[in-house]
Each structure stands twice: as structure tokens, then as C-alpha cells.
Nanobody, 129 residues
Framework: QVQLVESGGGLVQAGGSLRLSCAAS????????VGWFRQAPGKEREFVAA????????TYAASMKGRFTISRDNAKNTMYLQMNSLKPEDTAVYYC??????????????????????WGQGTQVTVSS
């Protein structure tokens, strides 16, 4: 079992920044990959970024690359998402997820909701124009 708790969401103006955190517990954090997804009202859950267990490799959705940065601190059992140059279309609930069963290789795996077997409760990010 893995428990994931997100924090750091809030209201920010367009062009601003936020840093989301995801605290994990229950298993050795460095043993599994983790990712961020988001879901806007009326839309499907969308892949944002993922990072391997060691933190040595990251993968991003094309629309987030260059603005968002995913990282992890295995000593603190925490993953982060630094979001810069935020846009109103970034407004969504952001979820962290853990892939403890599959070892992903390739974008399709990292971006697939089915690759992750544990999810946090989500944190709301609202970007005003």
C-alpha cells in the first residue's frame, strides 16, 4: 500500500508560479516511479509529467515541457511539480500517482492512467486571467 497526499494548490494569476508537493508513505519511495496528472471540469484526466524512482529520468507532456518541472527528493519521500508561466487553461485538479506494479519504459507507459496503481486525493489549482 502506498499513501499519497498532495499539497500546494491554490489561486494564482496568469503568469504566476506554484509548487505542488506529493508526500508518499507506505513503501520505499525510491522503488517506484511517480507522476502528475490533472483533470479539468468535464475533461478526461491528462498526463502532466513523470519521474523514475531514482529521479534520473523525467517525461513531460508536450504542452507542459519548458513551463513545468517535476522532481523528487527520496530522502523526504516527496515529489514536486514546479509550475511557471501559468495559464488559465492550467486550471484543474492536480493528482499525484505511483506506479508500483509496472516499470515504465517510454512515453505511452508514463502517460497512461492504467500504469499507476495509487492516487492521491488531488489539489485544486486555479489560474485567473
Amino acid at each position: 500500500q502506498v499513501q499519497l497526499v498532495e499539497s500546494g494548490g491554490g489561486l494564482v494569476q496568469a503568469g504566476g508560479s506554484l509548487r505542488l508537493s506529493c508526500a508518499a508513505s507506505g513503501r520505499t519511495f525510491s522503488s517506484f516511479g511517480v507522476g502528475w496528472f490533472r483533470q479539468a471540469p468535464g475533461k478526461e484526466r491528462e498526463f502532466v509529467a513523470a519521474v523514475t524512482g531514482s529521479g534520473g529520468s523525467t517525461t513531460y507532456a508536450a504542452s507542459m515541457k519548458g513551463r513545468f518541472t517535476i522532481s523528487r527528493d527520496n530522502a523526504k519521500n516527496t515529489m514536486y511539480l514546479q509550475m511557471n508561466s501559468l495559464k488559465p487553461e492550467d486550471t484543474a485538479v492536480y493528482y499525484c500517482a505511483a506506479a508500483t506494479t509496472y516499470y515504465c519504459s517510454g512515453y505511452a507507459c508514463y502517460a497512461g492512467v492504467g500504469s499507476y496503481d495509487y492516487w492521491g486525493q488531488g489539489t485544486q489549482v486555479t489560474v485567473s486571467s
